[in-house]
């Protein structure tokens, strides 16, 4: 994991990470059987709002990238830029 972040905030260090994820992991129920759709949930619902802001984060991502790629091959193409074109001399 990359102590690099994006939003600007405080990283914790590896080792606390470490050790964090462990109590995670163990504080999480281990199922003997499969889960199958329809289920009650795999995890437990404490982490159900830091799962919707995941979901929310990533779906924002994907959509804003989509949203530059196309505004930018629009502008591309008002100014007669072809991009897989190799530029002058």
Excluded: C, N, W, Y
């Amino acid at each position: 994991m990359s102590d690099d972040r994006t939003d600007g905030g405080p990283v914790l260090p590896e080792p606390v990470r470490d050790h964090l994820g462990q109590q995670l992991r163990g504080s999480l129920p281990v199922e003997d059987k499969p889960r199958f759709l329809g289920d009650e949930p795999a995890i437990p619902e404490t982490f159900e709002p830091q799962l919707r802001r995941l979901e929310t984060r990533l779906k924002t991502h994907e959509e804003g990238t989509v949203a530059v790629e196309e505004a930018l091959d629009q502008i591309l193409d008002a100014f007669g830029v072809k991009p897989d074109e190799p530029k002058g001399p």
